[in-house]
Nanobody
Framework: QVQLVESGGGLVQPGGSLSLSCAAS????????MGWYRQAPGKQRDLVAA???????NYADSMKGRFTISGDHAKNTVYLQMNSLKPEDTAVYYC?????????WGQGTQVTVSS
């Protein structure tokens, strides 16, 4: 059973920074993608950023230049560095692993951007 353990998140003022991390409970081999999605109240869950096992990254347009996703294959962990945060970035952030045509999700971590 694959589990994703998220950490980070919390409350930050506009313009501030936060870092999220997500560790998979299994050794990741082969072709896979890890990433982050977010869901604000009353809205659908949308992609924030993702990174493939080959190192290719993909970002939602509104995150480009502010967020950076990176991965540590040895630790089966993906990181999301979020800078220049805005109130509209407030949401629950979910870690995602796509492996062998299956999606696995973390429990979610709250990010709140507010003064």
């Amino acid at each position: 059973q694959v589990q994703l353990v998220e950490s980070g998140g919390g409350l930050v003022q506009p313009g501030g920074s936060l870092s999220l991390s997500c560790a998979a409970s299994v050794r990741l081999i082969g072709i896979y993608t890890m990433g982050w999605y977010r869901q604000a109240p009353g809205k659908q869950r949308d992609l924030v950023a993702a990174i493939s096992s080959g190192g290719t990254t993909n970002y939602a347009d509104s995150m480009k230049g502010r967020f950076t996703i990176s991965g540590d294959h040895a630790k089966n962990t993906v990181y999301l560095q979020m800078n220049s945060l805005k109130p509209e970035d407030t949401a629950v952030y979910y870690c995602n692993l796509r492996l062998a045509r299956r999606d696995y999700w973390g429990q979610g971590t709250q990010v709140t951007v507010s003064s």
